[in-house]
């Protein structure tokens, strides 16, 4: 991992963002998530790693910042 992090993050999640990311460079379409799959998986890997955070109140000020992700699943591509 990288060491700038010092340790300070969730190795669960950061496994499954990677698990995620590879199955999104699946060769098969068929075998590769769907965005509504990757925005969840992504929430869910977000969500434990805040919920880390929220357990370590050891963690110094710059870590402790909770992290948000928002997405409109509401856009559609316009066409050209």
């Known amino acids: 991992m990288d060491p700038s992090l010092r340790g300070d993050y969730n190795s669960t999640s950061v496994w ?5 990311a590879m199955s999104c460079a699946n ?3 068929q075998r ?3 965005m509504s ?3 969840s998986g992504l ?5 434990s790693e805040n919920l880390m955070r929220s ?3 050891e963690l110094d000020s ?3 910042l909770e992290m948000t992700m ?3 699943t509401n856009v559609f591509p316009s066409a050209r």
Not at 16 to 20: D, I, M
Not at 43 to 47: H, W
């Open 16 to 20: 499954k963002a990677l698990e995620l």
């Open 27 to 29: 060769p098969s379409s």
């Open 32 to 34: 590769r998530p769907n």
């Open 37 to 39: 799959q990757v925005i």
């Open 43 to 47: 929430k869910e890997c977000l969500t």
């Open 55 to 57: 357990k370590n109140p």
């Open 62 to 64: 710059d870590s402790s």
């Open 70 to 72: 928002s997405f409109n």
